[in-house]
């Protein structure tokens, strides 16, 4: 019985090694948002420029603006998207590793 409890607190250990710390994956969410704002650029520059020219009465004016945005931006930074982009992260740091 003693040999199974350490088997699992082994298993344990792994796998909080294995897990990413909430420092790497705020960093990584801050690299994803990086390039969603690259890639939607165009659409954050329509919504800068209407909000630029309408004042306070953005919100009623550029609602089209915000919402191409926003549909934008979420397809990158979904938690699907996330999810995805950690593991490719994690390939390019095991690879970079056995180099």
Do not use: P
């Not at 650029?41 to 009465?57: E, I, T, W, Y």
């Not at 549909?71 to 056995?98: G, I, P, W």
């Amino acid at each position: 019985l003693a040999g199974v409890d350490e088997g699992r607190m082994a298993d344990d250990g792994r796998e909080e090694r294995l897990k990413w710390s909430k420092r790497a994956e705020y960093e990584a969410r801050k690299e994803l948002n990086k390039i969603a704002h690259r890639k939607c650029d165009a659409f954050l520059k329509a919504f800068s420029d209407c909000a630029q020219a309408n004042g306070l009465m953005v919100v009623f004016r550029c609602r089209q603006e915000n919402r191409d945005m926003n549909k934008c931006l979420s397809q990158f930074t979904n938690d699907e998207a996330f999810e995805d982009y950690k593991l490719k992260r994690s390939r390019e740091l095991k690879a970079a590793a056995t180099t």
